[in-house]
């Protein structure tokens, strides 16, 4: 089976794009050509997939990098088995292509949701553009196959669709959470609590507990991390790809994760929750459903209140202090992440599913 995967949104080295269900479909033995922006993005492709460049889509350019993956479709639409779409956006590259293999959109999130978050969008235009999206996902359902990244989606749509959760790789062994550096991992934007960690670290710089901070951050973000670097206050390391970033968490006391009470985050479970468990580290995080469900079954972490640093950095020197349960929470965590949430127990059904949509016979 030829699979073209298409994002112009994602970085091209998206863990769940790339590092799960791309390394998936390779791993079976399928090829795959990935179109996304590598060369906005400062990024190579892998050499186990055919990539190809697209331009990126980022605030209010996106025009471009449509149109460019739309005439890619056309071009490739007749060489592949099946198309994955991994942004909203490129259901307009695809409407209307005649002769058209099968195609899949992966939904990653609450699309009429995420667009109060979005800076760049004016406040008039966010209703029609909630209503707009309303109507591209019912077409989507109507006309596409659909993966959803969480069950929560479901209620969305009419019919019932394939959940692919946000899972991770799980290591087979991990070492013992320490105690004089906490790590965050994933996208910083002051509603993912970026502002929150500035002033955690302050709190704890007096401890001598380190904050370290993997990951992209948006424009309006970054002039405040550049300051408290330059400060001295934390370490940032800008975007990594996913299996380095992983390697990060290795050791540190905890992991933090302090979005705010927004719509989209009310009921999906950030994905950074299950990675601090995979590698055997205590969760802090604010009480977003999901996160609270998770921490809580399996008694893995700390729940603390919104945009409260102090309760933060109470937490973090709280279970510095104790290592018997800084350790007994994080084995509980990596025990239940290798049970329920490792990738590998997710990626057959999706491949068969993918197989299954483009025809393949087994």
């Known amino acids: 089976?030829?699979?073209?995967?298409?994002?112009?949104?994602?970085?091209?080295?998206?863990?769940?794009?790339?590092?799960?269900?791309?390394?998936?479909?390779?791993?079976a033995g399928h090829e795959v050509t990935y179109a996304a922006s590598f060369t906005a993005h400062g990024v190579v492709p892998r050499p186990w997939v055919n990539g190809v460049d697209l331009p990126r889509a980022a605030q209010r350019k996106r025009v471009a990098a449509v149109w460019a993956?739309?005439?890619?479709?056309?071009?490739?639409?007749?060489?592949?088995?099946?198309v994955v779409v991994h942004d909203p956006e490129l259901l307009f590259a695809i409407w209307g292509?005649?002769?058209?293999?099968?195609?899949?959109?992966?939904v990653h999130e609450d699309t009429p949701a995420t667009l109060s978050l979005k800076p760049w969008l004016p406040s008039p235009l966010r209703p029609p553009m909630r209503f707009l999206a309303r109507m591209l996902e019912s077409m989507a359902e109507r006309h596409l196959h659909l993966l959803l990244?969480?069950?929560?989606?479901?209620?969305?749509?009419?019919?019932?669709?394939?959940?692919?959760?946000?899972?991770?790789?799980?290591?087979?062994?991990?070492?013992?959470?320490?105690?004089d550096r906490v790590v965050y991992l994933g996208w910083l934007s002051r509603a993912r609590g970026v502002m929150d960690a500035v002033e955690v670290a302050r709190l704890l710089q007096p401890y001598r507990v380190a904050v370290e901070l993997i990951g992209y951050a948006d424009p309006q973000s970054r002039p405040v991390l550049n300051q408290a670097v330059t400060e001295g206050l934390l370490e940032w390391r800008d975007f990594m790809p996913n299996d380095e970033a992983l390697k990060r968490l290795d050791g540190?006391?905890?992991?933090?994760?302090?979005?705010?009470?927004?719509?989209?985050?009310?009921?999906?479970?950030?994905?950074?929750?299950?990675?601090?468990?995979?590698?055997?580290?205590?969760?802090?995080?604010?009480?977003?459903?999901?996160?609270?469900?998770?921490?809580?079954?399996?008694?893995?972490?700390?729940?603390?209140?919104?945009?409260?640093?102090?309760?933060?950095?109470?937490?973090?020197?709280t279970l510095r202090d104790d290592v018997r349960e800084r350790r007994a929470q994080g084995a509980r965590g990596y025990a239940a992440a290798r049970a329920n949430h490792h990738w590998p127990n997710s990626a057959k059904r999706f491949v068969a599913q993918l197989e299954s949509w483009a025809g393949v016979k087994n």
């Open 97 to 106: 292509v005649r002769n058209r293999p099968p195609v899949v959109w992966d």
């Open 149 to 179: 990244a969480e069950t929560a989606y479901a209620g969305r749509f009419k019919h019932a669709h394939l959940i692919v959760p946000n899972e991770t790789w799980v290591p087979d062994s991990v070492t013992p959470p320490g105690d």
């Open 252 to 317: 540190a006391l905890a992991g933090l994760s302090l979005l705010h009470d927004e719509p989209n985050y009310r009921h999906s479970m950030p994905t950074k929750i299950v990675e601090y468990m995979a590698h055997g580290i205590p969760v802090i995080t604010t009480p977003s459903p999901r996160a609270v469900e998770l921490v809580e079954r399996y008694d893995s972490g700390v729940v603390v209140p919104w945009e409260d640093p102090k309760a933060v950095a109470q937490a973090v020197l």
């Open 69 to 82: 993956a739309r005439k890619l479709f056309k071009r490739m639409r007749r060489k592949v088995d099946l």
């Open 1 to 27: 089976m030829h699979v073209l995967v298409m994002t112009v949104v994602h970085n091209p080295e998206d863990a769940r794009i790339l590092h799960r269900q791309i390394r998936a479909l390779v791993d």
